[in-house]
């Protein structure tokens, strides 16, 4: 297993749970992205975790990306959208234009995340022509992350960690050619 550093933002705990899942599978413990930005010198993959705000990731981690530099890069996410859609699937892309120089985006994990009682309110009351009323994600992503979320996630970092692993065999294969 790789040398992890698994940071997070998350204000209402859905994506610090898919962290955690994360961090247990490939034996390590979460960070919190708060004010003062992480160190991730030394690790051989930082994951970065982020909740979706406005189509992209949230402001500190937007942030936090834009710092990091020479290093192997794991992006994971939730969301109110649907995993597949075109939404959930372009935050990513907007994530990968954050992240600094020379580094190397292995893999990326999102699944929803219940939306927060107070935001749902706050949408409730929105006029019915606003763009946001027709997104059912609001509604659907309830109960998630749920088991099989966590699950997926845990699976995916143990998947990102030999994906990392036959990368360097096969350059370590290529530099003796
Ligand atoms: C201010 C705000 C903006 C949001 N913007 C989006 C968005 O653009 N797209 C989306 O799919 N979800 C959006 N969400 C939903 C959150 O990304 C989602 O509930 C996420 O799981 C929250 O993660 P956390 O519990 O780790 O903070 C937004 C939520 C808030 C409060």
Redesign the pocket.
């Known amino acids: 297993m790789h040398k992890w550093k698994i940071v997070?933002?998350?204000?209402?705990?859905?994506?610090?749970?898919?962290a955690d899942a994360m961090a247990e599978a490939v034996g390590t413990s979460a960070v919190d992205l708060k004010d003062t930005l992480p160190e991730a010198e030394g690790a051989d993959i930082v994951a970065v975790?982020?909740?979706?705000?406005?189509?992209?990731p949230?402001p500190k981690t937007a942030e936090f990306l834009s710092k990091l530099h020479d290093t192997n890069v794991v992006l994971f996410?939730?969301?109110?959208?649907d995993a597949k859609?075109e939404?959930?699937v372009t935050?990513l892309v907007r994530a990968a234009y954050n992240v600094g120089p020379d580094c190397n985006i292995i893999a990326t994990f999102s699944c929803?995340?219940?939306?927060?009682e107070?935001?749902l309110a706050r949408r409730a009351k929105l006029p019915k022509d606003d763009p946001h009323t027709k997104?059912k994600?609001?509604i659907t992503?309830k109960g998630?992350?749920n088991a099989d979320d966590l699950h997926e996630a845990a699976e995916f970092a143990k998947k990102a960690d030999h994906k990392l692993e036959l990368l360097e065999k096969f350059i370590e294969k290529k530099g003796q050619a």
């Open positions: 997070v933002s998350s204000v209402t705990g859905n994506t610090r749970k898919i975790g982020f909740w979706l705000w406005r189509g992209g949230d996410a939730t969301h109110a959208a859609s939404h959930a935050a929803q995340g219940q939306v927060s107070a935001v997104s994600g609001w992503s998630h992350p």
